[in-house]
């Protein structure tokens, strides 16, 4: 039967790596296999990430275009409805003053671009899964290299942990600098929004 995944952010994918790391055995005839076993559960982690990042690109290229493409709608039409109204037809009277209505709702559009992330975020997402990209083929590579460095009089197992906590380690520091830089934009446009609001009231 098919389950679904659990969430990237869920702390059940790390008790997953502590099992995987219980159950390896260091005996001498064991290193080897361990090593592999253990360089394979970052790798699942690290896989996680790149298939949550692709999900977040989808859905902010999704509120990108959405909010984009209603801001040129509606501005488009904010603009024309004036020079409508100026050709003083009859059928346009009573209409100028509907401009502002779809200018103000595309403007409302483009600050809920800014505030949902939606093409920043998308830029942000598509450029951290391509760096966890980087990062993950880096890795395996050097871990090919390793494995096929290894001699079955004597296995490396220093240089095998040195390989894996790199990987661990410039995996997370990716994520953990993607998650400042999402707070601070965050913030950043949660402030700018509600200074506009707040300058709008006082008016």
Request: one cysteine or more.
């Amino acid at each position: 039967m098919w389950w679904p995944k659990p969430r990237t952010e869920d702390p059940v994918r790390i008790q997953a790596f502590k099992k995987a790391v219980d159950a390896l055995s260091w005996n001498p005839n064991d290193v080897l296999a361990s090593l592999n076993s253990l360089f394979g559960a970052v790798d699942e982690l690290a896989d996680a990430e790149l298939r949550y990042y692709y999900r977040r690109r989808r859905t902010r290229a999704w509120i990108s275009g959405i909010t984009r493409l209603g801001a040129w709608i509606f501005g488009s039409i904010g603009l024309i409805i004036p020079l409508l109204y100026a050709t003083n037809m009859p059928a346009f009277e009573g209409v100028a003053s509907f401009g502002y209505v779809f200018l103000a709702t595309a403007g409302s559009l483009l600050a809920a671009n800014s505030l949902f992330g939606g093409t920043d975020g998308h830029i942000r997402f598509v450029t951290t899964q391509l760096e966890i990209e980087r990062i993950m083929i880096k890795a395996r590579v050097c871990w090919c290299e390793y494995m096929a460095a290894q001699k079955p009089s004597g296995v490396d197992a220093s240089k095998g942990f040195e390989k894996i906590l790199a990987y661990a380690t410039e995996l997370h520091l990716r994520t953990i600098a993607e998650t400042g830089r999402w707070g601070e934009t965050l913030l950043k446009e949660l402030a700018k929004y509600q200074q506009d609001i707040s300058s709008k009231s006082g008016d």
